[in-house]
């Protein structure tokens, strides 16, 4: 019987810890994260620092991190934070990890309401998970009353303890889709509700993420099309519904804006070109 191969020592240093993440296959950028988060340095510190000391304690926590990436597990899961519209937003395992695409949604959004040019419009965000979107929003328009809602009670909290920590405003209401705001009408509402059919191949590599907030029927549509249908009892004249979908969804989407009365529906693309957002605005003269 062959002899069991003896562990790898502990990196002992800055470069040491860097070269092992490379040698297990972990990506350059990840490796620097992590490292960077358990010794409360920044990137650029790690690269000017390649021969500094780091503890047996530190480098054993630093390993176990690399392991969970290699196995799927975010990095924002791991180091609890995640940048997204130039906010810091603390993350857990009960929301999905911010993505660069939903910034499209954020910025058409900005711009509807800079173009309402309301001292104080009423925003929604159904969904809000971490509340990156509601938080964005309330950031980049101050005057903005912003609404969030989630059907789970443990992504609410994670995203009021983000608007508590960046020091912004947001209403949270805990329900699924139209009915955590009954009776109300908004300016503007937005959603990046889940847009994954059941069986999608991509599901596997997710499976760290909430799969509530990611799977919505055989096709993907379901919830999509849930917040279209009951969108007209709460959204006041001249309101736009802004939504983030999947890639191949923008002509569904359309056409069920159109089917429910929604004019000027267009589609939005995210930042590699691919149709991420669409909406229209609920017909009639802005109040």
Same mark, same amino acid.
């Given at each position: 019987?062959?002899?069991?191969?003896?562990?790898?020592?502990?990196?002992?240093?800055?470069?040491?810890?860097?070269?092992?993440?490379?040698?297990?296959?972990?990506?350059?950028? /990840?490796?620097?994260?992590?490292?960077?988060?358990?010794?409360?340095?920044?990137?650029?510190?790690?690269?000017?620092?390649?021969?500094?000391?780091?503890?047996?304690?530190?480098?054993?926590?630093?390993? &176990?991190?690399?392991?969970?990436?290699?196995?799927?597990?975010?990095?924002?899961?791991?180091?609890?934070?995640?940048?997204?519209?130039?906010?810091?937003?603390?993350?857990?395992?009960?929301?999905?990890?911010?993505?660069?695409?939903?910034?499209?949604?954020?910025?058409?959004?900005?711009?509807?309401?800079?173009?309402?040019?309301?001292?104080?419009? &009423?925003?929604?965000?159904?969904?809000?998970?971490?509340?990156?979107?509601?938080?964005?929003?309330?950031?980049?328009?101050?005057?903005?009353?912003?609404?969030?809602?989630?059907?789970?009670?443990?992504?609410?909290?994670?995203?009021?303890?983000?608007?508590?920590?960046?020091?912004?405003?947001? /209403?949270?209401?805990?329900?699924?889709?139209?009915?955590?705001?009954?009776?109300?009408?908004? /300016?503007?509402?937005?959603?990046?509700?889940?847009?994954?059919?059941?069986?999608?191949?991509?599901?596997?590599?997710?499976?760290?993420?909430?799969?509530?907030?990611?799977?919505?029927?055989?096709?993907?549509?379901?919830?999509?099309?849930?917040?279209?249908?009951?969108?007209?009892?709460?959204?006041?004249?001249?309101?736009?519904?802004?939504?983030?979908?999947?890639?191949?969804?923008? &002509?569904?989407?359309?056409?069920?804006?159109?089917?429910?009365?929604?004019?000027?529906?267009?589609?939005?693309?995210?930042?590699?070109?691919?149709?991420?957002?669409?909406?229209?605005?609920?017909?009639?003269?802005?109040?």
């Amino acid at each position: 019987m062959s002899a069991q191969a003896p562990a790898a020592p502990l990196p002992t240093t800055v470069g040491q810890a860097l070269e092992r993440a490379r040698s297990e296959g972990l990506d350059r950028l /990840d490796a620097q994260v992590l490292l960077g988060h358990r010794l409360g340095r920044s990137r650029a510190w790690l690269l000017a620092h390649d021969t500094d000391a780091i503890d047996a304690g530190l480098a054993t926590l630093y390993l &176990e991190d690399i392991a969970q990436r290699r196995h799927g597990v975010p990095v924002a899961y791991l180091v609890g934070e995640r940048e997204f519209h130039g906010l810091a937003l603390r993350v857990t395992p009960a929301v999905l990890v911010p993505r660069p695409d939903t910034e499209t949604l954020v910025e058409w959004a900005l711009q509807c309401l800079r173009a309402a040019a309301r001292p104080h419009p &009423e925003v929604l965000d159904l969904g809000t998970g971490s509340g990156a979107i509601a938080l964005a929003l309330a950031h980049g328009c101050p005057g903005s009353r912003v609404c969030a809602t989630d059907a789970s009670a443990a992504a609410l909290h994670v995203a009021l303890d983000n608007a508590r920590r960046l020091g912004l405003s947001i /209403d949270g209401r805990e329900g699924s889709w139209w009915g955590a705001v009954a009776g109300r009408r908004f /300016d503007l509402a937005v959603s990046n509700p889940p847009y994954i059919a059941e069986g999608d191949p991509h599901l596997p590599s997710l499976c760290h993420e909430p799969l509530q907030a990611l799977v919505s029927g055989a096709d993907g549509l379901r919830d999509l099309r849930a917040i279209v249908d009951g969108a007209s009892a709460h959204l006041r004249p001249g309101a736009w519904l802004l939504l983030e979908h999947g890639t191949g969804q923008a &002509e569904p989407v359309r056409q069920r804006l159109v089917e429910q009365g929604f004019v000027d529906v267009d589609t939005r693309h995210d930042i590699e070109g691919r149709p991420r957002c669409t909406g229209g605005r609920w017909p009639g003269a802005t109040a």
